[in-house]
């Protein structure tokens, strides 16, 4: 049932589309005024050079996006060096599914109790040791990383991190600002997809795993640190 999974998706999508179309469209303005896109983009750029907490936020969103993307792919491939069979794979690809259900539908209530200054450094924590536990070469090791803390940790990043993003954005340059976001992560995925993909042909899984984990963690200190004399705005 090779189709099965892909029909499925696209029957989803589908249905997503008949529900989006009942949203009532709003237009800003009064419809006469000359849009500018160059100043548009160059607004968008000033107002996220403007607020350095945006900029990390938007940062941090597209090293989730990598590093899920990157990693989704090549998993299923390193389950199987494992040992488990096709069919044990996709199973367990519907169990780190279902985490990600449970997680995003508890985002909403962790986002209430804890202030994005804890939430975030800490998910972010959780994607990092998860990706060290998928390096282990325990299988029940790389299993907790592949089913709970993968999956979980960006379940709660990716709403989080979006409501963050859109709670700061300027509403005039919000479509612009938000498209920063997705340039980057494009722009990461052009050098890091084939990289990947090199590490796992010519490296052991896991130390291209141990890579990843390292390369996220640098990343996240660094934008941290320029961030520090921030932290204290930071209450969403």
């Known amino acids: 049932l090779i189709a099965a999974p892909f029909a499925a998706q696209f029957a989803a999508y589908s249905l997503g589309c008949v529900f989006l179309l009942q949203v009532p469209e709003q237009r800003g303005g009064t419809g006469e005024e000359r849009v500018l896109p160059l100043r548009h983009i160059m607004l968008g750029l000033r107002a996220t050079r403007r607020?350095?907490?945006?900029?990390?936020?938007?940062?941090?969103?597209?090293?989730?996006?990598?590093?899920?993307t990157t990693t989704n792919y090549y998993?299923?491939?390193?389950?199987?060096?494992?040992?488990?069979?096709?069919?044990?794979?996709?199973?367990?690809?519907?169990?780190?599914?279902?985490?990600?259900?449970?997680?995003?539908?508890?985002?909403?209530?962790?986002?209430?109790?804890?202030?994005?200054?804890?939430l975030v450094p800490g998910c972010f924590a959780a994607l990092v040791i998860g990706l060290l536990l998928l390096s282990a070469p325990q299988p029940a090791m790389s299993l907790l990383g592949y089913l709970l803390l993968f999956p979980a940790s960006v379940a709660v990043l990716t709403p989080a991190l979006s409501t963050y993003i859109n709670a700061r954005c300027p509403e005039a340059q919000r479509a612009t600002v938000l498209s920063f976001q997705t340039g980057m992560f494009s722009m990461a995925m052009i050098v890091l997809f084939p990289l990947f993909g090199l590490g796992v042909v010519t490296l052991p899984f896991a130390l291209?795993?141990?890579?990843?984990?390292?390369?996220?963690?640098g990343s996240a200190i660094v934008v941290g640190w320029l961030l520090w004399p921030h932290q204290p705005s930071v209450t969403a």
């Not at 299923?76 to 996709?90: A, D, T």
């Not at 291209?208 to 963690?217: C, D, E, Q």
């Open 51 to 68: 607020d350095p907490l945006l900029l990390g936020l938007l940062v941090l969103s597209a090293l989730v996006e990598c590093a899920w």
């Open 75 to 118: 998993t299923q491939l390193y389950m199987h060096v494992l040992g488990y069979s096709l069919s044990v794979v996709g199973v367990l690809v519907a169990l780190a599914l279902a985490t990600s259900v449970a997680f995003t539908a508890l985002t909403p209530r962790l986002m209430r109790r804890l202030p994005g200054r804890w």
């Open 208 to 217: 291209v795993y141990r890579l990843m984990a390292l390369g996220l963690s």
